[in-house]
């Protein structure tokens, strides 16, 4: 155990001296011997097109150059035996080409390209190549869909599965798209959703469209065609309007209901970075609408958008704050319903810390890091030129520690490339870093005697690249002399470069960089020249002329006398065209004869090589009647002009009295002023909010700090919004003062085990009051007796060093300038570093196990072994494996803290799951630092109550049955007897006697007959095992009313008696037609053929057994003015038996058959009688016979 804490910790001191190494990695130069390194490649998941050849890229730099190889499906690839695959000089790409055929399906597969040179081996990323596809739609005959108005409906789309997917929409004939909105939207998988049909959707050309990106080819469904039912004719439109669609029809309306998705709750599974989209789809009339929350919290305002009618949910680049319940809410005013979406966010893995190439010198040591996360966390693996580590040469120079790889005295030759790979379920990523031993003397990278050029007051940066090894120590100097520039508003970042964070006039001159190792020297230069800015002093200003007068738009600028200056004008953000009405010199823009075209914003910018600065002003064009003041009251009001004529009075040490005149409120009064500052030495050109007053003021005393050389603006406020702000005030200095501020944020802590770290919070500058700000800090070791130990700084933290481990001190602090010191802060308590416990607990034991409890015991260690502030005694505990064969379980450690001074501890530890074995160790835990672990207890927790079931279901197969399904609990807790089931019946708030059965653990299904039909059951099912039962799952019965009523409406009609008694009402009706119908037939006639010497028609055949059929054609038509109209309705018959004669005598055939026939009423003539078409009627036939 000692030596395994010995080796840990001289592992955590080697990661913590190469910390610098690392971060110092700097790119070697091309010239210089060095391992490969792969610069460009394809994506990994890469899909190409068909017409095209295949490129697979692979490019790799390295000295001396890299060769290149590639593996396909994990096999070596030989490009010389494929005439059509060819390989890139000085590169690893494959050309793939089929200009002499061959199938670009053949070529499909997983490549790895490998790029070799004498130093090592780098690796691509596997490359799955797959080709673009574009299936046809399968044909299909589609129905014409048949709907009533009011009900929703689902065209589907069911595009062909292409490669990447298409990109679906929905069009008509005449390839105009479908109207979306509220009601008719397209889903997420292509359907097209109504939620109600409108007589007005019916039409023939319903056809969805898939657009496939790579061969830009659009495929078309064969058309639906939708059929409307309505209640009423739909041609009379008189009624129609945008409020009513319905045309004044009566539709049902309905409740909200879900088209997509279905049922109550549902799930969504998406990765880390990647785009969630949810969507809700809703049918009802009126149609519903959509509304979205999240449970627990807000829905993330700045990531969500709401899309497609606020039925779709958009999260773009989702994380893990983005897991948790969405639920949709559709609602009209009959009723609404929810749906709850379950959203996880996995993550395949993302880089922490990516390895990258490692330069040292020979003796020098140095790391490598792989980090990375993901859900579920990745596994890490390392590979040397492309095989694992384990597999390799031992090497003494490097150790492997999980993530990171140590490498101490390395040699010349020793140079490699190194890959780590980190991979879970959903993805992989592939580093390559490679470790190059070079001893070499400092050299330069970049350019030589640089010219920067900035602005002052701005932030600049002056590069100095740097390579050598061992890694250079680089300097800077001004002007070839005085000390190193690093602190204040100076910065030296790890690449070499100069930060200066405000650049003065003092500032300008020659900077010289000097990097230097054992092996030599180098130096560069660069000159920085500092220039006045660019900055419009009189810009243009807001007019309103009078159509016909002329306008002038003044552009006064200044800047530096050396950087030369373009002026340019803009209308409304678009270049000004000049001409004989519109002129500009140097310092204006003047426009002649102004007409309506020329209002607008006019924009001056004045542009040197490194900076700029721009105004603008609006012109507004007036008829020449607003000239009369009577009429000024019809103007629209606007924002008003700005304060003038700024003055200071009443000069104090610690305000001053600021006076304006207020401008023009153009019809709108001023209801406020806002009085802003700007100050020369902190924060130059940047203009703060000083304070705010009434609109009826315009003289206010303000109230200023010490040592601030102020100028003030004023903005005027009013309905319409704020004015542009005022000319600058006179500067008024503030005189000097002592710091009056007690300083916050005081704390004493230890960074390391010998120190104490003493923070606090910096004075802000505007409370400073005074020049040459510092710090004095006081500090004494606590009830010591000693004197206090003091140093000034002007940093916001001092380090005490070579203190004893975790020891108390008094610390504070007092901030001064040159006018004095302020007042000193209140004495505060601090520590010095923390170190590792040396003592693990001891003894550990357990006692009074149950099913999911037990009692911790231990031995406590010494106070003073704990080197640090005593945190609590840290369990490890983990649930080794269930009692229950065959319960695969989770052996994640879990941790519980117990917080105890007691020399004979013991705690309890709950929420076990039972009837399981555990294994559990203890630490003692400082502040920052866990000791050595305690012995390994086991223990096995009794058996309990079983959980819930996993499920518990209920179905209704007919009417007279429910059957009820389950599934065994995930957490049996114990051996399973079987499940007890206990349901009564449910009626309001009324309840039946309960009723109870119960079943051996292997049934996990029931099935109850139904005394009646319309009851209504509550279920109650619970697991068993010996302890008793566990947690009860309870479910209602559904309410299936109105299904019952339908399908009794169907049962009704396949009765017997109903049957029988329909059959004697068909039965009497048809025999009082037969009676009617003989006694207004008597002396009729059989209808014949008119000509005898006809031929016989074809419908005039002969029956099987030899005799004719004597027909008409009219037998075969419809009753005409009877028929029933296509929206069900049916008309009345214009004719009635009253229009029939009574007479005509009966007629014989020279045959002597009977041919006797309806004649029409004697008024009517003989034509109109033969227009009639009536159908020859049985009845006659049967009388004749009689």
Same mark, same amino acid.
């Given at each position: 155990m000692l030596a395994q804490g010995s080796h840990a910790a001289l592992a955590v001191m080697s990661l913590l001296l190469l910390l610098r190494k690392q971060a110092a990695a700097i790119e070697v130069p091309q010239d210089l011997k060095q391992p490969p390194t792969i610069v460009k490649q394809s994506l990994k998941d890469y899909i190409v097109d068909p017409r095209d050849n295949i490129i697979i890229e692979c490019e790799a730099k390295g000295n001396p150059l890299p060769t290149f190889s590639w593996r396909r499906n994990g096999k070596f690839l030989n490009i010389g035996k494929d005439p059509r695959v060819t390989m890139r000089k000085r590169s690893g790409t494959l050309e793939i080409s089929f200009r002499s055929g061959g199938r670009p399906e053949d070529y499909e597969g997983e490549y790895q390209c490998f790029s070799n040179n004498d130093y090592g081996m780098a690796l691509s990323n596997k490359i799955l190549l797959r080709v673009s596809k574009a299936p046809l739609w399968p044909k299909e005959v589609l129905e014409p869909v048949v709907v009533s108005e009011g009900s929703p409906l689902v065209l589907p789309c069911n595009p062909p599965p292409g490669l990447p997917p298409p990109y679906t929409f929905w069009m008509n004939s005449a390839m105009t798209p479908i109207p979306q909105d509220k009601r008719v939207s397209m889903g997420l998988n292509g359907d097209l959703y109504f939620s109600n049909v409108l007589a007005a959707d019916a039409h023939t050309d319903y056809s969805c469209n898939a657009r496939f990106p790579f061969t830009h080819t659009i495929q078309q469904k064969n058309p639906f065609t939708l059929k409307v039912q309505t209640t009423e004719p739909f041609h009379d439109t008189s009624s129609y309007n945008s409020t009513d669609p319905y045309g004044g029809r009566k539709v049902t309306t309905s409740t909200p209901t879900f088209l997509s998705p279905s049922g109550t709750e549902s799930s969504k599974m998406v990765l880390r970075g990647e785009l969630l989209l949810l969507e809700c789809i809703a049918a009802g009339l009126p149609t519903p609408s959509i509304k979205w929350f999240k449970k627990g919290g807000d829905l993330p305002g700045q990531k969500v958008k709401f899309e497609n009618y606020n039925k779709t949910l958009r999260i773009a680049s989702v994380s893990e704050e983005d897991v948790g319940e969405y639920v949709c809410m559709a609602n009209n005013h009959l009723g609404s319903i929810r749906h709850s979406i379950y959203v996880q966010v996995k993550a395949a893995p993302y880089w922490l810390d990516k390895p990258s190439n490692l330069v040292l010198a020979p003796d020098e040591n140095g790391r490598l890091v792989c980090r990375a996360n993901g859900n579920p966390k990745p596994h890490i693996q390392w590979l040397v030129n492309g095989e694992p580590i384990e597999a390799s040469l031992p090497n003494p120079s490097r150790q492997v520690l999980e993530d990171t790889l140590i490498f101490r005295s390395v040699q010349i030759g020793s140079s490699t490339v190194y890959q780590c790979n980190a991979s879970n379920q959903h993805g992989y990523l592939l580093a390559n870093a490679f470790v190059n031993v070079l001893d070499m003397a400092p050299r330069m990278l970049g350019p030589r005697s640089q010219v920067i050029k900035v602005i002052q007051n701005n932030r600049t940066f002056l590069d100095c690249l740097f390579f050598g090894s061992p890694l250079p120590e680089l300097r800077w100097f001004k002007n070839g002399q005085g000390s190193r520039l690093d602190g204040g508003h100076y910065r030296v970042h790890m690449n070499g470069t100069l930060e200066i964070k405000r650049a003065r006039a003092e500032d300008e001159g020659t900077y010289t960089c000097l990097a230097t190792n054992i092996l030599g020297k180098v130096e560069n230069q660069v000159r920085l020249e500092v220039k006045e800015p660019t900055r419009i002093v009189r810009g243009p200003e807001r007019h309103s002329a009078i159509r016909g007068s002329m306008v002038r738009f003044h552009c006064k600028v200044t800047s530096d006398p050396t950087l030369p200056v373009s002026i340019t004008w803009l209308k409304d953000d678009k270049t000004l065209t000049l001409g004989w009405r519109l002129k500009k010199n140097e310092e204006s823009l003047s426009i002649n004869n102004v007409n309506e075209g020329d209002e607008g914003?006019? +924009?001056?910018?004045?542009? *040197?090589?490194i900076d700029h600065d721009t105004v603008s002003a609006r012109l507004t064009v007036l008829e020449e009647a607003s000239l009369n003041p009577s009429v000024s009251s019809a103007f629209p009001a606007d924002r008003p002009d700005p304060p003038m004529d700024l003055d200071l009075s009443d000069r104090a040490a610690r305000?001053?009295?600021?006076?304006?005149?207020p401008g023009n409120d153009h019809n709108s009064p001023i209801s406020q002023f806002l009085v802003q500052f700007e100050e020369d030495h902190w924060d130059p050109g940047t203009w703060q909010n000083l304070s705010s007053y009434l609109g009826d003021r315009n003289s206010v005393i303000l109230q200023l700090a010490p040592f601030i050389n102020y100028q003030?603006?004023?903005?005027?406020?009013?309905?319409?919004?704020?004015? +542009?702000?005022?000319?600058? *005030?006179?500067?008024?200095?503030?005189?000097?003062?002592?710091?009056?501020?007690?300083l916050s944020g005081l704390r004493g802590w230890g960074t390391n085990k010998n120190n104490m770290e003493i923070t606090w919070e910096p004075l802000p500058n505007l409370e400073r009051n005074g020049p040459n700000l510092h710090y004095s800090v006081w500090w004494r070791r606590k009830d010591s007796g000693e004197e206090w130990s003091n140093v000034t700084t002007t940093g916001s933290k001092h380090v005490v060093h070579d203190t004893e481990t975790y020891v108390p001190y008094e610390v504070k602090i007092q901030a001064r300038n040159d006018f004095g010191s302020g007042p000193e802060s209140n004495v505060i308590v601090g520590y010095s570093g923390e170190d590792n416990p040396t003592d693990p607990p001891t003894d550990l034991q357990v006692s009074k196990v149950n099913a999911t409890k037990v009692n911790i015991h231990w031995n406590p260690v010494d106070p003073r072994t704990t080197r640090g502030e005593f945190k609590e005694y840290r369990l490890y505990y983990w649930r080794e494996a269930s009692m229950l064969k065959d319960l695969q379980v989770s052996k994640e450690k879990l941790t519980r803290g117990f917080y105890s001074t007691s020399a004979h501890p013991e705690a309890v530890l709950g929420d076990l799951v039972p009837y399981s074995h555990y294994k559990a160790f203890m630490v003692v835990a400082n502040s920052r630092y866990e000791g050595p672990p305690s012995n390994t207890v086991d223990f096995h927790t009794k058996e309990g109550v079983p959980d819930a079931p996993k499920f518990f279901k209920i179905v209704q197969k007919s009417l007279d049955t429910i059957h009820l399904e389950w599934d065994k609990p995930l957490e049996p807790n114990g051996i399973l007897i079987g499940y007890k089931l206990k349901y009564h019946t449910v009626n309001g708030s009324r309840s039946g006697r309960p009723q109870f059965e119960s079943f051996p653990p292997n049934v996990t299904q029931f099935t109850l007959r139904l005394p009646d039909r319309s009851?209504?059951?509550?279920?109650?099912?619970?697991?068993?095992?010996q302890v008793g039962a566990g947690e009860v799952y309870a479910e209602e019965s559904p309410h299936f009313a109105n299904e019952a009523y339908i399908k009794d409406q169907v049962d009704i009609a396949t009765q017997g008696w109903f049957i029988g008694l329909m059959c004697a009402i068909a039965l009497i009706v048809l025999i009082l037609l037969i009676v009617c119908f003989i006694k207004r037939s008597r002396g009729g006639k059989y209808p014949v053929r008119d000509k005898k010497d006809l031929p016989l028609d074809p419908v005039?055949?002969?029956d099987p057994d030899g005799s004719f059929d004597y027909h008409s054609d009219e037998d075969n038509k419809p009753l005409q003015r009877s028929q029933t109209s296509l929206n069900g309705n049916v008309k009345e018959s214009d004719d009635s038996l009253v229009d029939y004669g009574e007479g005509g005598d009966g007629q014989f055939n020279e045959d002597g058959s009977f041919i006797g026939q309806y004649t029409v009423k004697k008024d009517k003539d003989e034509t109109e009688g033969n227009e009639s078409s009536e159908a020859t009627s049985p009845v006659n036939a049967i009388y004749s016979l009689a």
């Open positions: 914003t006019y +924009t001056c910018t004045a542009k *040197s090589d305000s001053v009295r600021l006076t304006w005149i003030f603006r004023v903005i005027a406020i009013n309905s319409v919004g704020q004015s +542009t702000p005022s000319h600058p *005030s006179p500067r008024y200095k503030t005189s000097g003062a002592a710091p009056d501020a007690i009851s209504r059951y509550k279920f109650y099912l619970s697991a068993l095992t005039d055949q002969k």
